[in-house]
């Protein structure tokens, strides 16, 4: 009597937990949505230094920013740039400027360092060719609104390379590209 029992509890409770997966199941597809979507932007990225030590060493012309579903880009424009181009990107504690060694605040959870072996001058003439200021935002680029980026500062243009400090939501992965004269800096949005 007392197996009947347990077996007649073990089926209600089993009944009351299909009965109960079936609300679940009728909210699913926006959960799934959700879960697809999370899916896609996985990143195998992570968040260590990267760098690259090949460089064609022409001038900086511009920085820009995008928003993208997945991560927020950073764009440096280097102008008739034709080999590999070099850089050093990486998590820092602080920001200090190349060069002065002097702290530059920069707002976020996060500060992910940026070194593109491009000056922002022409090494010809010394004029600037990127109108990047010490510790000031980035010129022409506004990142109100986005997801993982929180501010942008110019540290240097020192030695054939320039420094930019990212301020990001968090600690998050990224990845470094080329395209053609254009260093990509991509920051994922989640892990």
Request: glycine share 14%; aromatic share 8%.
């Amino acid at each position: 009597m007392r197996r009947l029992t347990t077996a007649a509890a073990a089926l209600a409770l089993a009944g009351a937990g299909l009965a109960g997966t079936a609300g679940v199941a009728g909210a699913a597809p926006g959960q799934l949505g959700k879960a697809a979507s999370a899916a896609t932007c996985s990143t195998i990225w992570g968040s260590g230094t990267k760098s690259a030590t090949d460089s064609d060493s022409k001038p900086l012309t511009n920085i820009r920013t995008s928003q993208n579903p997945c991560y927020d880009r950073m764009v440096f424009d280097i102008g008739g740039a034709t080999g590999k181009l070099g850089y050093h990107v990486g998590y820092v504690d602080t920001f200090h400027q190349d060069g002065s060694g002097e702290q530059i605040p920069v707002n976020g959870g996060a500060i992910l360092q940026v070194y593109v072996s491009a000056p922002s001058y022409d090494p010809a003439t010394m004029k600037q060719t990127y109108a990047g200021k010490a510790g000031k935002p980035l010129p022409g680029v506004n990142i109100t609104g986005y997801k993982t980026f929180k501010d942008t500062k110019f540290g240097a243009s020192f030695e054939g390379q320039t420094q930019v400090g990212v301020g990001v939501r968090a600690r998050l992965p990224f990845r470094v590209l080329q395209s053609g004269d254009q260093l990509i800096v991509d920051v994922a949005h989640t892990w």
